[in-house]
């Protein structure tokens, strides 16, 4: 994970911009899987209605 | 010196000390992808967005309606990304645009275009999914045009660049509107005329105060061909058909008497701040008339279309 060729504090740097990026990519993924889920209810449900007994 | 200076000075020490064996990518936080987007940009198609869906009557479910309008946030936002990768060059010349994460050595420009296409590849079809496929052909049409038009085609080639690939920007009303209503309505075509008219006297005055940042580009800008005299002309000609433009929503009865009094004052305004463009004469007069035309512009964009929206929202007069 640490570059031998980096001071430490660049290595801090590069770390800290990893986690930024692998934190925000998660909650984007989350965010897109809550998304579809609702999505699929409010558009499956009319479908549903329509379905004979 | 500049932060963003400092910080490309950090992120090019990164890389050199790396043994240029770091991914210039691993140098981005992700604030830098959220800039690949134009988030100015965004949000202005996302309000142009939401009033083209709010005065169209539609079938669309509220929720699926939000979902829409996330889709074509997240399309311009791809555009945007694409823009970015393929005038990564350009970008770094002028110094408006030389922060940007591609020439700040942040994001590399195979990272940018792999964002994009990626953001804007998913926007489409996600917009097809929750509201219909002409939306989402809409969407697809407005980031190619962007993309590819006016970026690769139009930006560098001629001095009518902006005025033709204008009509990206101002798409998004009619896509909102295909969204809730499942096909192309005459009224969010007269808010896509009242964009395609406002861009060129947006962008032709911030062309005359970074000419020299143009030209140095290579970029083919109405001033830097035709003149600083012509440019002031143009910007009160299409000034004049942009602000008859803005009374076309009342005329065709698509908008009330609140919008039409708004519409009127608001718009002499703007006639007025680009007279003084026309009669100001080049020199810190005009710089301080083009700065005012430039920010104005885009208040006078938000309060047509606020106004629009207020009152198909909670008037009630569409």
């Known amino acids: ?53 | 010196m500049h932060k963003s200076a400092i910080r490309r000075q950090k992120a090019e020490n990164l890389f050199l000390d790396s043994g240029f064996r770091l991914p210039v990518s691993d140098l981005a936080e992700a604030r830098d992808f959220f800039a690949l987007l134009k988030p100015r940009v965004m949000s202005l198609v996302i309000f142009t967005a939401l009033t083209g869906m709010v005065m169209t009557n539609g079938e669309l479910h509220p929720v699926l309606a939000f979902a829409s309008l996330l889709c074509i946030a997240v399309g311009a936002g791809g555009a945007g990304a694409l823009n970015m990768w393929y005038d990564a060059d350009t970008d770094a010349v002028m110094s408006r645009t030389c922060a940007r994460p591609v020439p700040m050595k942040r994001i590399d420009a195979k990272a940018a275009l792999s964002f994009g296409l990626t953001l804007s590849v998913g926007s489409i079809l996600s917009l097809g999914l929750f509201a219909n496929w002409l939306a989402a052909g809409l969407l697809a049409f407005t980031i190619f045009f962007y993309a590819v038009v006016y970026t690769m085609l139009l930006k560098r080639f001629t001095v009518q660049n902006i005025v033709i690939g204008g009509a990206s920007g101002a798409l998004p009303p009619v896509i909102g509107a295909a969204a809730m209503s499942g096909h192309i309505t005459l009224d969010s075509l007269l808010l896509f005329l009242i964009i395609f008219l406002w861009t060129p006297p947006h962008f032709w005055a911030l062309a005359l105060l970074k000419s020299d940042d143009y030209k140095k580009a290579g970029i083919p800008m109405l001033p830097v061909i035709a003149g600083r005299a012509a440019t002031r002309r143009q910007i009160f000609i299409y000034s004049l058909f942009y602000t008859i433009s803005a009374q076309f929503p009342w005329m065709a009865g698509n908008a009330g008497n609140i919008y039409a009094a708004i519409a009127l004052a608001t718009s002499a305004v703007f006639l007025l701040l680009s007279w003084r463009i026309v009669v100001n004469e080049d020199g810190p007069l005009l710089d301080q008339s083009c700065k005012h035309l430039f920010a104005y512009s885009i208040l006078h964009l938000f309060i047509l279309f606020a106004a629009i929206l207020a009152e198909a929202a909670f008037i009630g007069s569409l």
Do not use: C, H, W
């Open chain 1, 1 to 53: 994970m640490n570059d031998p060729l980096l001071t430490p504090e660049q290595n801090a740097e590069r770390r800290r911009n990893l986690k930024s990026r692998n934190l925000a990519l998660g909650a984007v993924l989350i965010g897109l899987v809550v998304l579809f889920y609702v999505v699929t209810i409010f558009k499956g449900v009319p479908l549903l209605n329509q379905r004979p007994i």
